[in-house]
């Protein structure tokens, strides 16, 4: 993005790339349905980056979901707004049309495109070293270049097989500047259950559910539970909670709501029409429509849940607890937590220590849910620093007569 918003206001861009392709984790990004961006108000949008909402506002002012439709729209990709108010390109486009769309906008405009190319550090006051790997790492050189200005854009370190794998960390700190450590976000939750839950369920999907962590809001959606815990929307959203809880040393427990759309009064009118003998498991079917794997769910929590009164079995339906014992790995997660401090950056997201070197997209310390907030805050920051730095090079541009 900042590539391309340079090259349209005339100045001269070479992209470097340590991968043999371009974009390898936006493609990532389209794998659970390619969802660009989302159509929330902007100020609500803004607080899906958690303490870092107030600086999102003036990202989101200067390139705003609706701004991403019409860039989208120019590259040929028409999106809409789904139901759930995500943005998303028509069915006939795949991340792999739009990532081909932009690519070719982007040689339209003159921008060179190096790929394996890996950057190594600074040198002196304005170069980077990097390694041009081309020809295979027998035959890679490594050269000096001085840019009049530079954009780091570096990713977090989640699927480090797309590139993505924090190997810039020193090199930043090499500076002395401060680097947040990086922990796994929008991951899945490790629950430990038993050897007869696993073999019972295996993986299974839970639908218009909601959860907590311990007394924490409720986040609605669907979940699949697995092996090693459960996955999904609302646990992805509720990860810096139980990273949180967890750093604390706990209790870091899910609470699972079986039916958040019922009254309780209801609920319990409900369970309190059970029948002497009736099963649990046809009676949670009948009257509720839970079936597999809710009962082997409730006895998991509870092993006396089929015994269990009304109330207190209401209460159970409410909020099933799910300890968490730990989070996913980080090179398993969706994005990461942790970065780059904004501490070490300007108003215009430039290094302090390295006036004219810029950073943007997932290398910075902010996080947000999934939903389209992670991708609208790649390219909202990435927008960012090229208006900062065309701003930097007019002077330049005016006194040169060009």
Same mark, same amino acid.
């Given at each position: 993005?900042?590539?391309?918003?340079?090259?349209?206001?005339?100045?001269?861009?070479?992209?470097?790339?340590?991968?043999?392709?371009?974009? /390898?984790?936006?493609?990532?990004?389209?794998?659970?349905?390619?969802?660009?961006?989302?159509?929330?108000?902007?100020?609500?949008?803004?607080?899906?980056?958690?303490?870092?909402?107030?600086?999102?506002?003036? @990202?989101?002012?200067?390139?705003?979901?609706?701004?991403?439709?019409?860039?989208?729209?120019?590259?040929?990709?028409?999106?809409?707004?789904?139901?759930?108010?995500?943005?998303?390109?028509?069915?006939?486009?795949?991340?792999?049309?739009?990532?081909?769309?932009?690519?070719?906008?982007?040689?339209?405009?003159?921008?060179?495109?190096?790929?394996?190319?890996?950057?190594?550090?600074?040198?002196?006051?304005?170069?980077?070293?990097?390694?041009?790997?081309?020809?295979?790492?027998?035959?890679?050189?490594?050269?000096?270049?001085?840019?009049?200005?530079?954009?780091?854009?570096?990713?977090?370190?989640?699927?480090?097989?797309?590139?993505?794998?924090?190997?810039?960390?020193?090199?930043?700190?090499?500076?002395?500047?401060?680097?947040?450590?990086?922990?796994?976000?929008?991951?899945?939750?490790?629950?430990?259950?038993?050897?007869?839950?696993?073999?019972?369920?295996?993986?299974?999907?839970?639908?218009?559910?909601?959860?907590?962590?311990?007394?924490?809001?409720?986040?609605?959606?669907?979940?699949?539970?697995?092996?090693?815990?459960?996955?999904?929307?609302?646990?992805?959203?509720?990860?810096?909670?139980?990273?949180?809880?967890?750093?604390?040393?706990?209790?870091?427990?899910?609470?699972?709501?079986?039916?958040?759309?019922?009254?309780?009064?209801?609920?319990?009118?409900?369970?309190?029409?059970?029948?002497?003998?009736?099963?649990?498991?046809?009676?949670? /079917?009948?009257?509720?429509?839970?079936?597999?794997?809710?009962?082997?769910?409730?006895?998991?929590?509870?092993?006396?849940?089929?015994? @269990?009164?009304?109330?207190?079995?209401?209460?159970?339906?409410?909020?099933?607890?799910?300890?968490?014992?730990?989070?996913?790995?980080?090179?398993?997660?969706?994005?990461?937590?942790?970065?780059?401090?904004?501490?070490?950056?300007?108003?215009?997201?430039?290094?302090?220590?390295?006036?004219?070197?810029?950073?943007?997209?997932?290398?910075?310390?902010?996080?947000?849910?999934?939903?389209?907030?992670?991708?609208?805050?790649?390219?909202?920051?990435?927008?960012?620093?090229?208006?900062?730095?065309?701003?930097? @090079?007019?002077?330049?541009?005016?006194?040169?007569?060009?």
């Amino acid at each position: 993005m900042a590539a391309q918003r340079l090259a349209e206001a005339g100045h001269k861009v070479h992209l470097f790339e340590a991968q043999a392709t371009v974009g /390898r984790k936006f493609l990532v990004a389209g794998h659970g349905g390619f969802n660009l961006s989302n159509a929330e108000e902007l100020s609500r949008f803004a607080g899906r980056y958690g303490a870092e909402e107030a600086r999102f506002v003036s @990202l989101l002012s200067h390139f705003s979901p609706a701004e991403l439709r019409t860039w989208a729209a120019d590259l040929g990709i028409e999106t809409f707004v789904g139901t759930s108010g995500r943005i998303f390109p028509v069915a006939a486009h795949k991340p792999a049309d739009l990532l081909r769309a932009w690519l070719s906008r982007l040689r339209e405009l003159g921008v060179e495109i190096h790929t394996r190319h890996r950057w190594l550090g600074f040198a002196g006051a304005a170069g980077l070293r990097l390694r041009d790997e081309s020809a295979g790492l027998e035959a890679a050189r490594e050269f000096i270049i001085e840019p009049t200005a530079t954009v780091l854009a570096l990713g977090g370190a989640s699927w480090a097989k797309t590139g993505s794998d924090g190997t810039w960390v020193p090199l930043l700190q090499e500076l002395g500047v401060p680097v947040v450590p990086f922990a796994p976000a929008n991951c899945g939750a490790e629950v430990t259950w038993s050897p007869f839950f696993k073999q019972k369920t295996g993986r299974a999907p839970l639908k218009n559910i909601a959860l907590r962590v311990n007394d924490g809001p409720e986040v609605r959606g669907e979940i699949m539970l697995t092996e090693y815990g459960a996955e999904g929307t609302p646990v992805y959203a509720l990860t810096p909670q139980l990273r949180a809880a967890l750093a604390r040393g706990g209790p870091a427990v899910l609470h699972l709501n079986l039916k958040p759309d019922l009254p309780a009064a209801t609920l319990l009118a409900k369970l309190q029409q059970r029948r002497s003998g009736a099963s649990l498991p046809d009676f949670l /079917r009948k009257a509720l429509h839970l079936g597999p794997p809710v009962p082997t769910l409730l006895r998991e929590a509870q092993p006396d849940a089929a015994s @269990l009164g009304p109330e207190a079995l209401a209460e159970l339906l409410a909020a099933v607890p799910l300890p968490v014992a730990g989070l996913r790995p980080l090179d398993e997660a969706i994005s990461t937590a942790g970065g780059l401090a904004f501490s070490a950056l300007d108003e215009h997201l430039m290094l302090r220590q390295r006036p004219g070197t810029y950073v943007a997209g997932e290398m910075l310390d902010w996080e947000a849910p999934t939903g389209g907030y992670l991708l609208q805050g790649c390219f909202s920051t990435g927008a960012w620093v090229a208006q900062a730095i065309a701003a930097q @090079l007019q002077p330049n541009r005016a006194s040169a007569g060009s």
